[in-house]
Structure formats: C-alpha cells, structure tokens
C-alpha cells in the first residue's frame, strides 16, 4: 500500500510525485515508460508570459521545474523587459535531452518514490466512491490512499496527420484507454480538447543567414533560488527570427479542404492563444505575414523546432509552406507536425485543492483537468500531489489564494468557471499582478512551503537570509542621504536615475545577488502602487475568511434559484468569495448567502 499513486510521468506527474516525496509519502508513479519521465512533448522551452511567473511559484513550493530549466538552459530572455514589472517574464530555450534526463534522474532519487511501468487502466474504487489506488492493464493493481491523475493529452487520445488518423497521445506514443470511462462512471463530465506541434526540420538544412538572429540575454535568469543541480551552465545558443509570406498563406488556402480543423474531422477546441498555421491564416487574413522562431532543440540535436508553425496539414503541404519561408527552402523535415485530440475532465468537479468532489482520494492535475502547456501541468501537478499526500497522512490541505500567486489564480479560474477551451495563464489573469510579480514569489509562497512541510530546512535558512539581506540593504539606503538631502532610498525612487549608482553606495545593497538588487528597486519605485493594491487584497481576503458550511442545504435558501441552487451543490465551494466567482451566482445571490451564513 502506497501513500499515493500519481499517473502520468510528465510535468504535472513530476512535480506531483517529488511534491508528495518531500513531505514523507511513499509514491508510486504509474508511466508506460520510465525512459518518458519528464518528456518535453513540445516546444523544448521553458516559461514565458505569466508562466515564468509559475516557474518562479513551483521553485517557492520546493518544486523542480526552475531547477531543470536553470539546469538545462541554452538562452534566457526577458520578455516585457521595456514594460513594468508586473507583466515582466523569464523564459529560458532549453536542451531537450538534458531536461528530460535531468528530471528522470530527480525521480530516481526522490526518497519513496518507486517508478511502475505499465497503462492505468482503470481506478480502484472503495465504498462511497472513495478512490484506493489505480489498476493497470494487465491485471496489476497498485493499492494507494490517494490517487493523481497528470495523464496529459494521452486520455483516449487522437492524432491527426492530415487525413489521417491514428490512436496515440504523442507521436510513437499509445493512448491511454480506460480512464475516461473510469471518470464516467464516478459521475465527471468529460470533454475533449485538441492541441498541436510543428514539424521538427534538420538543422543542417536551415539558411540562419536569411534569418535575424536573437541572442541570449546575459541579464535573464535563472529561475531558481536553491543551489543549481548543474556544476555550471551550458553553453549558449541564438534562436533566429523569421516569417511567413504570402506563398506560404497560399499553399495554405489552398489546402485547407486537406486541414482536419476545417473538415470538421477535429471535434475538440484548441489553444486560442496558440492556433495552428492555418488556423491563423483563416482567422487573421488581413495579416501579411506571421512570425517563425526557429528555435535550438539542444547542444547536440541535429534538429530545431519552428515555433509558430503548428500544424495537422498533411506532410507534403507542410514540406511545400515550409520552404516558401526566408531560411528554410532547403528545409528537411525530420518529422511531420500533427495534432492531438484527447479527453479532459471538467475542472468545476474538483475544489482549489484540485481533490475530486464525488471521489474522495482522486486529484487531477495539467491537461487532463482542462489547461494546456508544461508550466500550467506543473504548478498543478505540486498541488494535486502535495494535498493528496497531506490527505493520506491525515493533514490538513494547501491552498493557494487569487492573492498568493498566479496558481491561486489559475486553480480558482478552473475550479469556478470551467474550461472550453485549453486554459493557458497570462498576466491579464491576475487582479492582483503588480503583488504577484517574478522577483517576490519566494516571499508570497515559500513561508507557506515552509509549514506545509515542502521546504526543508536548508531551503528555510536560505529564503529567510535572502529576506534579511533585502530588509537589510533597504534600512541602509534609508540612512544615508546623498548631497540634495535625500536618502539613498529616495533617490532610488527616481526612475531617470541608474539603480547600480544608489545601490553601490552601500555595502548592504552592493553585495546583493542579481535577482536580490531588482527586488529592492521593484519594492522601492512601485512602493506606493503596491500599498494600493494592498488594501484590495485585504478586501478580497476578508471576503475569502467567510466559510461556508461544507453541509449547507442550499435547497433551503428560497432566494437562490434553482440553477444556483445546483451549481453550488455540486461544486461546495468552501468560501464566499470562491462561490461569488463561480459562473451564473448573482450579487443577489451572493447577498442570499450571507444571511445564510449569517443565521
């Protein structure tokens, strides 16, 4: 008997499994290949608009992710780096190989963690629903307390080369049969999502000298604040720039009776925020051109990935659009783009500790609970992994608030409105994004990873150092003033001055790491905006204090109507403030539930 069974060994698998290991469970991670433990499906980068912001949130928990990119970077880059630093990101291209094996050796070594290959099949369902393991397909079961599903885009999963179809939730890579209907029969509504890859092109036969080369930016990174797993950084790489051409959007048109997105052959939505090539030609006809990054899969891999070329045209058309573009006439095709279309659960059947509702013991996490991309599944898969130890060992759970972090935000978006389409974060998502910024992330989460059991002690000591040098270079700014009679303090507040000039004036701020000098100028320019911001957090938190009985007979508030009165019931939403961002719940019917509570 195991403490908790995870499925899947990707992203959300990962976290979940060394989640759980660091706060004392025994785990049994369920994979069809141990060799796929932490495959990067797609793009091999990591972070990015609102997701390095995950990146840097997973890091504060104690999770992985920070760690293997840092492990694994190839090139940094700030993106919003002219904008302010609520809407600033990291985003680092890694080395695919080195990733993928620098997580499965983090797995292997996780204390109580055993890796079983074989399919999960099936749930193992006790009395009242309660869920006691998972069962594979060839008959063996694997008894746990609680179970987290991270299965990915493999859940009774299509892939879409064109005309073709075949069963696969990667390419080369079976579905996962069974678990779907295991969903069923607990009661969950199940829907199907679609995603989509470019195709991978040898790199000997790009033109980079018709491309704009980007660099790497040395003032970028890393993501995370422990001791790196790499001795040293790898060697930098430049990704290239190029685009699309009116031959290209052509061939395109021209094909689209061939495209299984138009032919009415793909049935589940896709990424709004990351369509296919033809997707994007149709809906933004008046574009002349679209942006092609061509992007480094690793220091040694003979191919690159054409970022912005997803596609399930079949491969001829996708050989013939390729070489209309600037660098790639020549292009080789290693292997053709596709895409997949896989089920998904609703995320309104889970609560903010991503726990089933109907099935006690069952957590879900990443693209089988509605979201799409590798930051999203992580931060998930922490959660559900970390709470379904929590339960198994008889503790209470972790949440994380709309106020604490952008997981907040991202798990109480899809636990109260749904998902019609692969939830993706962004910055714009967050009320609160000027406090739920990169550079103060370890000091939103990592006094709550530090009670929950997900940072040791080590971990501890090195945060609440980082917090002590930061407060102590602020009191020293404060103390001098310079000849116009300001503090140094002041005069940081001034945007035309250079920082590194205020903050080398003291020893307490000059000897501060990197990403500890921005964090004194954010906290210090953007003082009186945060304290603003401040005072709605307050009020958001207030609202969130008011509980609402898990037992409360929401059939007997006349006030509510009928479809509130499901919705609530269906979901119990544990606080005020959860239920009043729950889809179709009125202000009145958030004032029927205060004197509910009330009385």
């Known amino acids: 008997m195991h403490d908790v069974v995870v499925v899947g060994g990707g992203h959300a698998g990962v976290e979940a499994a ?23 499906s797609c793009n091999p980068a990591i972070g990015g608009i609102g997701k390095g912001h995950l990146v840097r949130e997973v890091d504060a928990l104690g ?4 760690l293997l990119a840092d492990a694994t970077a190839i090139q940094y880059r700030t993106l919003n780096a002219t904008r302010g630093p609520a809407v600033r990101a990291t985003r680092a291209q890694c080395d695919r190989a080195r990733y993928e094996a ?18 999960a099949a099936d749930l193992i369902v006790r009395d009242r629903d309660a869920i006691g393991g998972a069962r594979l397909a060839d008959g063996r079961e694997v008894e746990a307390r609680a179970v987290v599903l991270g299965c990915g885009t493999f859940l009774d999963a299509v892939l879409h080369f064109g005309d073709e179809r075949r069963p696969g939730g990667r390419v080369d890579e079976p579905p996962s049969r069974g678990l779907s209907d295991a969903l069923r029969r607990l009661g969950l509504q199940v829907g199907r999502l679609k995603t989509g890859t470019p195709p991978r092109i040898l790199a000997e036969s790009v033109d ?19 001791p790196p797993l790499a001795d040293a950084p790898l060697p930098r790489r430049a990704c290239h720039v190029t685009w699309t051409t009116a031959a290209t959007h052509d061939v395109i048109r021209a094909n689209l009776h061939r ?33 092609v990054f061509v992007e480094p899969e690793g220091l040694d891999s003979p191919e690159v990935y054409p970022n912005g070329l997803s596609t399930s045209l079949p491969e001829d058309v996708q050989v013939e659009y390729v070489r209309t573009i600037p660098g790639l006439s020549r292009a080789v095709l290693t292997r053709p783009g596709y895409a997949v279309e896989y089920d998904f659960a609703d995320p309104r059947e889970v609560g903010p500790d991503l726990r089933v509702h109907r099935a006690p013991g069952l957590y879900l996490a ?35 608030t709309r106020a604490d972090g952008y997981l907040g935000v991202m798990a109480d978006d899809l636990v109260t409105r749904g998902a019609t389409e692969p939830y ?28 929950a059991g997900l940072l040791d002690a080590a971990r501890t000591r090195a945060f609440e150092a980082r917090s002590r040098r930061i407060a102590a270079a602020a009191t020293a700014l404060a103390a001098v003033r310079a000849a116009d009679g300001r503090t140094l303090l002041e005069r940081l507040r001034r945007p035309d001055l250079d920082p590194a000039s205020v903050l080398d004036a003291v020893p307490e701020a000059a000897a501060l790491r990197p990403e500890e000098r921005t964090a004194v100028v954010i906290r210090t320019r953007y003082e009186g905006y945060i304290a603003r911001e401040r005072l709605e957090v307050e009020r958001f938190a207030r609202a969130e ?14 006030a509510l109507s009928n479809e509130v009165r499901e919705r609530l019931a269906r979901a119990r939403p544990a606080t005020l403030g959860l239920a009043s961002r729950m889809e179709g719940v009125t202000p009145a019917a958030v004032a029927a539930l205060i004197v509910a509570i009330r009385s």
């Open 18 to 40: 060394l989640a759980a290991s660091r706060l004392g469970a025994t785990v049994a991670l369920v994979t069809r290949s141990a060799a796929a433990i932490g495959r990067m």
């Open 63 to 66: 999770g992985a992710m920070g």
């Open 102 to 119: 620098a997580a499965r050796a983090l797995v292997g070594a996780a204390p109580g963690v055993s890796v079983v290959e074989g399919e």
């Open 208 to 226: 980079f000298d018709a491309m704009e080369p980007q660099e790497s930016d040395p003032a970028a990174g890393p993501f995370s604040l422990w």
């Open 259 to 291: 495209a299984p997105l138009f032919t009415g052959r793909i049935l589940g939505r896709g990424p709004r925020y990351c369509p296919s090539i033809e997707d994007k030609v149709v809906r933004f006809s008046h574009h002349e051109r679209h942006q």
């Open 366 to 400: 990443g693209q089988v609970l509605g979201t799409t991309g590798y930051e999203e599944a992580a931060a998930l898969g922490l959660l559900a992994g970390a709470n379904a130890a929590l339960a198994a060992t008889g503790r209470p759970p972790l949440t994380v």
């Open 424 to 451: 993706r974060m962004f910055t714009s998502r967050a009320e609160f994004r000027l406090s739920l910024r990169e550079d103060n992330a370890h000091d939103r989460l990592c006094p709550a990873a530090a009670r």
């Open 545 to 558: 204090g008011l509980r609402l009985p898990p037992d409360l007979d929401y059939a007997a508030i006349p």
